[in-house]
């Protein structure tokens, strides 16, 4: 086994696990926001207007930047040398 044939094995390892760790961040970050929702609804359902909005605007921005930074990740790990070649 050549040193470079270890060194793409263990890219491709390392890519494997980031791949399956930005996967759980996902799935929480959308499990967290559809729970945080549900709350939403209720207040909207109860006649709290106003806070219902100001909540579901907070969540908004903050699930707008979580996929931000979750998109950067995801191209940070394609774009790094070695790997996708």
């Known amino acids: 086994m050549t ?3 270890v060194v793409r094995a ?3 390892q390392a890519a494997f696990f980031y791949s399956l760790l930005l996967l759980v961040i996902l799935f ?4 967290g926001i559809g729970y ?8 909207w359902r109860s006649g709290e207007r106003g806070p219902a909005t100001v909540l579901g605007g907070a969540l908004t921005v903050a699930f707008l930047a979580l996929v ?3 998109v950067v ?3 940070g790990l394609f774009a ?3 790997l996708g070649t």
Do not use: C, D, K
Not at 36 to 43: I, T, Y
């Open 80 to 82: 790094a040398p070695g």
């Open 28 to 31: 929480l970050v959308l499990l």
């Open 3 to 5: 040193p470079l044939l």
């Open 73 to 75: 990740a995801v191209g």
């Open 36 to 43: 945080a929702l549900v709350g939403v609804r209720g207040l």
């Open 10 to 12: 263990a890219e491709f």
């Open 68 to 70: 931000g930074m979750y």
